[in-house]
């Protein structure tokens, strides 16, 4: 019998559910608005409605559905499926959400941390299933990072492990949103591509990306693919910050892949090449041939299948 799962990718602005069998295959999906100011109880109310829509539309019984998982931004206990602290879920902490939504839905609900769940989805569906050895990193309004280490997810003692995103890469840097200066998040996320690219506006005013209307990390990435002067230095600035930090992570944890999702993701060939090309100045040579850096090859539904990859782990 197939086994299915219920996907929840929990957002601050939309949220995007589905019905996933445990070869990845999505049967049916829905994307609802959050609306976090109307308050936690009526969003998971809104989610629990969302998934009965989905079952009946599907004609699959919940009594099918072997659980739901969700991935969340924000620090999470995964052991409870609470909510500790979410920037972008404001009043959260502190919420018990897998207890709420098991309330309200009669499935055993698993919460996880949206990279965390980004790098079981690679693990579960994605190029290099079943690996033992994955460094996963997610890349767009901020940076986020989840590592499988001997076919574990990597967590701590407190559930906060795997914050690669706040690995400081340069001391001197920008300040992170998190009050830290120089973390990857505040050199290479889409808001620190943005955030520099306003700073060069007087150096280079005839930048082909302050012709935009929106000025954003897609416009920068175009840019630099013609040839902006403006563009490129971003771009350098962004790959070189990921590539000392990849670099440590290679040290530290000897995984067989890297594997970079998020939006920023979707500029291909000049984020990776850019990365692998100033990679071996801060790796040791005794490393070389041990690790693959990719790009996922599930970035439509990446949200939706690591969330239901949530449950898969958590029951094997």
């Known amino acids: 019998m197939v086994r299915r799962v219920i996907g929840i990718d929990l957002g601050g602005t939309e949220t995007k559910i589905g019905i996933v069998e445990e ?118 309004t901020g940076v986020g990072g989840g590592v499988i ?30 009050g830290s200066h120089g973390c990857l998040e505040a050199l290479a996320s889409a808001t620190a591509i943005v955030n520099l690219a306003r700073e060069y506006s007087k150096r280079f005013p005839q930048s082909t990306i302050f012709a935009s209307p929106e000025l954003n990390s897609k416009v920068v990435f175009d840019a630099a693919r013609e040839g902006d002067l403006a563009a490129t230095l971003i771009v350098e600035r962004a790959t070189r910050a990921l590539a000392i930090a990849i670099g440590n992570f290679i040290h530290v944890f000897n995984p067989e892949h890297i594997v970079i999702g998020g939006g920023i993701s979707r500029a291909g060939d000049l984020l990776i090449n850019g990365i692998r090309e100033k990679l071996p100045a801060f790796v040791m040579t005794s490393f070389n041939g041990t690790f693959s850096i990719t790009l996922s090859k599930l970035v439509e539904n990446a949200g939706i299948t690591g969330a239901a990859s949530i449950v898969f782990y958590r029951i094997s």
């Open 23 to 140: 070869d990845g295959k999505i049967v049916e999906k829905k994307v609802i608005p959050t609306r976090v100011s109307e308050g936690r109880t009526t969003v998971v109310t809104r989610i629990g409605e969302a998934i009965n829509e989905l079952l009946v539309k599907s004609g699959i019984d919940s009594k099918q559905i072997i659980g739901i998982g969700v991935g969340s931004p924000g620090s999470i206990d995964h052991d409870t499926g609470t909510v500790l602290f979410s920037p972008n879920l404001p009043d959260w902490s502190g919420f018990g959400l897998a207890a709420m939504l098991e309330r309200v839905t009669g499935i055993r609900t698993f919460v996880e941390n949206d990279a965390n769940s980004f790098i079981l989805g690679e693990w579960a569906f994605g190029e290099f299933k079943g690996s033992q050895h994955m460094v996963g990193l997610t890349l767009g």
């Open 149 to 178: 280490t001997h076919g574990i997810l990597m967590t701590g003692s407190k559930g906060y492990g795997g914050e690669l995103g706040h690995t400081i890469v340069e001391p001197e840097g920008p300040v992170c949103g998190c």
